[in-house]
């Protein structure tokens, strides 16, 4: 009882029918589960910071905590998937309500701190009983999802279970409790706990020794299952309430289209280094406690799987598997290894097992291949996992430490290798570029736009048309624009996403010496993938140069007034979102309002559209690699472009170009719907068609730009 407040002051009676000295056996329970928590949380610390390390994740303190901040109370990342989404927020919001709420009686009653009485009394009494209700529908909606509708994207595990069963018994003792408490005492403030008030009303008709022990009973079971919880919190889904947020304040504050790089030539140089030379991974101790740590923050939610094109297209690839995978044999890899540690001890002469590798025993090697690096898995993770960075990680030790990759994509690194590109020898590049009589800025001399052709337009007469459009557009306008012509090597992207991260940075390294020697304002880009790399990937090498898309400047130009769209377009247009455009660099919106700016084009929207755009399939390396599975991405893309009644597919990069096309004529649908890069659609415009650069130039520019 409250003997100091005064009985017009709101309260209520404290442990109601439970006597000393049985009440105080709550603690040695509550230390029990303590214990066998904290036990758990130990082993779990452990095998985070027994990985290797990691700095890049200890800066911009005020950044982590704002994007904390605006993931975990905020629940922006869980609402983007509405009805999960609600549901976690009910769940999520209750409980730190009441938590907030056995805080405050924890301080009042064993501390003896007289707070949880008048107004905060009823205010807190609301908010939990409200708090109560929204947790048990919470609990109800999960349960109907996971046992009822039984979406492909969750998989049932014993703790699944156990986590709803525990709460939902939780709220309904709770709500019984309160309900025997309130009609037996005549509570006269009763009404300020609503769902405890209507229990109350269906409590009635028992005898006063009844009551007693049914109370009794309740109250005990009501704490045992609380304890239950706590003790269970490190060895089931429910820790991710503490490795979710922290996951979250230490995820990677790079840019979305850089990948993490490891220095290969200071260990090279580095004799000690050397020693336990080492890219990428490939056994558990090689493992940053970041990584590590990712594995515990995923709940298995299959949001990644739902968006995954490799997954939809039934390739053998679940993000969400493979990252459970991964923590599964990691965390047998670490008992293992204390196991054999102890061992060890006791028997000097029991030689210690070689560690297993990750490739190959934690899942099937084409695993790992499967991935388009498309990014769709990470932008709506909940917790902020880094998938790609996993499976890039995996590709460099099985490429560079191992030698293993399919066959494809060794070609292509073979002819990286020797050419300096993945198509074809140099001197073809360098016969184009003069035959066109392509302006070619030399070393030391300089001009405004530094323009990118990229390997994948210069080998292939198909797509140098979309070179031909941007060169065109920029020429018309009077952008001073010329390209390094023999100096053009490849951007190496292709290395980097195939695992090479040698070659990566040896042609990183040699290309940025080459474009560093020209003076230029910015330089351009048509390719998605080359413009990601320079943007994103070529900072970490001294690059500060600023990088620029061509939609972007196209669009730039449109707004200037220096180029006209007078001519009309009457044709319906979807446009496709390049995955290392959109997702990686936030262009959504230029590509479109160039569209918009054309006269006579209708814009019509695909089903998955910017975010949530299907991969054309060419990513992650597969423009090289054409591993037989399931059905190809680009063609499922073209089918929901199809689905919109479209003429043109509109594409921003030349990977996409090409994989769309490819589509079209497999589904016979290249006589009723072309692909076009955005650059041809103006400048059809614009009144020209680009079959060449120098169209619609005078013949005097030409000259001009090419001497």
């Excluded at 509550?30 to 990691?54: C, M």
């Excluded at 709420?101 to 009485?117: G, M, Q, R, S």
Aim: with cysteine; hydrophobic share 45%.
């Amino acid at each position: 009882m409250y003997n100091a407040v005064p009985t017009d002051v709101p309260h209520r009676v404290m442990y109601w029918h439970i006597e000393s000295p049985y009440k105080y056996l709550i603690y040695p329970i509550l230390v029990v589960s303590l214990a066998i928590a904290g036990y758990g949380i130990y082993k779990k610390v452990k095998f985070w910071l027994e990985g290797a390390p990691d700095k890049s994740r200890f800066n911009n303190w005020w950044q982590r905590i704002k994007i904390l901040i605006w993931d975990i109370p905020f629940q922006v990342r869980v609402l983007n998937d509405r009805v999960p989404g609600i549901m976690h927020v009910l769940i999520f919001w209750s409980m730190i309500i009441l938590a907030i709420t056995t805080a405050i009686i924890f301080l009042d009653v064993d501390f003896k701190i007289p707070i949880y009485h008048g107004n905060l009394y009823l205010a807190l009494t609301l908010l939990s009983d409200l708090a109560g209700l929204a947790l048990f529908i919470g609990i109800v909606i999960a349960a109907v999802r996971r046992y009822i509708i039984k979406p492909d994207r969750l998989d049932n595990r014993w703790d699944d279970a156990y986590f709803l069963i525990l709460l939902f018994l939780i709220t309904v003792t709770g709500f019984v409790l309160e309900g025997l408490r309130i009609h037996y005492t005549n509570d006269p403030w009763a009404k300020w706990s609503p769902i405890g008030y209507l229990v109350s009303f269906g409590m009635g008709g028992m005898e006063e020794a009844t009551v007693r022990r049914v109370y009794q009973f309740l109250w005990w079971f009501h704490f045992v299952i609380l304890f239950g919880f706590i003790a269970a919190f490190p060895y089931t889904k429910i820790f991710h309430i503490a490795t979710l947020p922290l996951n979250v304040f230490f995820s990677s504050l790079a840019p979305k289209g850089s990948l993490p790089r490891v220095d290969i030539e200071a260990m090279l140089n580095d004799e000690n280094a050397m020693e336990e030379f080492n890219v990428g991974v490939s056994e558990v101790k090689h493992l940053t406690w970041a990584q590590r740590l990712n594995f515990d923050a995923c709940i298995r939610c299959g949001r990644c799987q739902d968006v995954c094109p490799a997954y939809l297209n039934q390739h053998p690839l679940s993000p969400k598997q493979l990252i459970n995978d991964l923590k599964e044999f990691s965390w047998k890899e670490f008992n293992l290894a204390k196991a054999n540690g102890h061992k060890k001890g006791e028997q000097v002469e029991q030689a210690e097992p070689e560690p297993k590798l990750i490739v190959g025993n934690a899942f099937p090697q084409d695993t790992i291949w499967e991935c388009r690096t498309c990014r769709a898995c990470m932008e709506v993770c909940p917790a902020r996992i880094e998938h790609i960075p996993q499976i890039i990680e995996l590709r460099r030790a099985e490429v560079m430490m191992r030698g293993q990759l399919p066959q494809d994509a060794a070609i292509a690194l073979k002819t990286m290798e020797k050419t300096g590109n993945p198509f074809g020898p140099q001197d073809t590049r360098s016969s184009w570029i003069r035959e066109k009589q392509i302006p070619v800025v030399g070393p030391g001399e300089e001009c405004e736009a530094l323009f990118w052709i990229g390997c994948c337009t210069t080998y292939d007469p198909t797509k140098q048309r979309v070179a031909y459009s941007v060169l065109k557009i920029l020429l018309s306008a009077g952008v001073k624009v010329a390209v390094l012509g023999d100096d053009e090597n490849c951007c190496a992207d292709p290395a980097r996403v195939l695992g090479d991260e040698n070659m990566f940075q040896m042609m990183v390294k040699n290309q940025l010496e080459l474009i560093k020697s020209r003076k230029f304002k910015y330089l351009i880009c048509h390719c998605a993938h080359c413009y990601n790399v320079f943007k994103n990937e070529y900072p970490q090498f001294g690059a500060d140069f600023p990088v620029k898309h061509h939609t972007e400047v196209i669009l730039d130009l449109i707004r200037e007034g220096r180029i006209k769209l007078d001519v009309p377009i009457n044709k319906t247009v979807t446009y496709h979102d390049p995955c290392y455009l959109g997702r990686y660099n936030d262009i959504y919106d230029q590509p479109r309002e160039i569209l918009k700016s054309i006269k006579g084009i209708k814009l019509v929207e695909m089903k998955h559209n910017r975010e949530k755009a299907l991969c054309c399939g060419a990513g992650g390396g597969h423009y090289w690699m054409d591993i037989p599975n399931g059905e190809r991405l680009n063609v499922t893309r073209v089918k929901e472009a199809q689905d919109t009644g479209a003429q043109i597919i509109a594409v921003g990069c030349v990977y996409c170009l090409h994989m769309i096309d490819d589509a079209l004529k497999i589904l016979n649908l290249d006589e009723k719907i072309v692909v076009a890069d955005i650059s041809e659609l103006v400048v059809q415009a614009m009144g020209g068609v680009a079959e060449d650069w120098g169209v619609g130039v005078p013949e005097s520019e030409v000259t001009k730009e090419a001497a």
